[in-house]
């Protein structure tokens, strides 16, 4: 067991973050589309079982594409503190964060469009913000998926954290589609590649 250990992590390996909130109540709002995306890679192009660990205090599973082994994971310390879950993923499975793609919802994209980005500040983003502290650059992947701020007026935290409606809620399942396409375009042509074809386009349109 311990020599099949070796050989999976002697591969080269890159990390699929998700952000998000654990728990069913959180599990259809508009924060947690970054764990949707993770779950859609799972059950599909990545194929692999997300795992409860203690130790990491996260989700978290391993999946082959070509000649690297990639990381999926949801950190399950709550957005505010995502952080502390992905330093100490990146720290043991010896993962740099340029090999490292975050998933996250956006409120300043209008809801339906996706912007994939190489570094940059967290935008206001706790969890991006949580992550940046914890390991100490902003030099990473991001895939921000827009949320918009909901109607006019609107309290940010209510409309983040409340259930998404029957229409939004077919436009996120479509997003989240497209994010996991735009995460696997990162993985297999690069962070260019996969803004040339995602930032600007708009689902649902």
């Given at each position: 067991m311990a020599a099949g250990v070796a050989r999976v992590r002697a591969l080269d390996v890159k990390a699929v973050v998700g952000l998000g909130n654990p728990g069913k109540r959180?599990?259809?709002?508009?924060?947690?589309v970054g764990f949707a995306v993770v779950n859609e890679l799972a059950d599909g192009a990545l194929a692999c079982r997300l795992k409860k660990s203690f130790r990491f205090g996260a989700r978290h599973g391993t999946a082959r594409l070509e000649e690297e082994r990639i990381l999926l994971a949801k950190p399950e310390t709550y957005m505010n503190r995502s952080g502390r879950a992905v330093a100490g993923l990146l720290r043991y499975w010896k993962i740099s964060p340029g090999d490292m793609i975050v998933v996250l919802d956006d409120a300043d994209l209008q809801i339906g469009r996706l912007r994939v980005r190489s570094g940059g500040s967290s935008g206001g983003h706790r969890g991006l913000g949580s992550v940046i502290d914890c390991i100490g650059t902003t030099e990473f992947v991001r895939v921000r998926i827009?949320?918009?701020?909901?109607?006019?007026?609107?309290?940010?935290?209510?409309?983040?954290?409340?259930?998404?409606?029957?229409?939004?809620?077919?436009?996120?399942?479509?997003?989240?589609?497209?994010?996991?396409?735009?995460?696997?375009?990162?993985?297999?042509?690069?962070?260019?590649?996969?803004?040339?074809?995602?930032?600007?386009?708009?689902?649902g349109s």
């Open positions: 959180y599990a259809n709002t508009p924060h947690n827009g949320i918009g701020r909901g109607a006019r007026g609107a309290d940010l935290v209510e409309h983040v954290l409340k259930p998404f409606g029957k229409e939004d809620g077919e436009l996120a399942r479509s997003m989240v589609s497209h994010a996991a396409d735009a995460v696997m375009c990162v993985l297999s042509s690069g962070a260019d590649e996969a803004m040339n074809r995602f930032n600007g386009l708009r689902q």
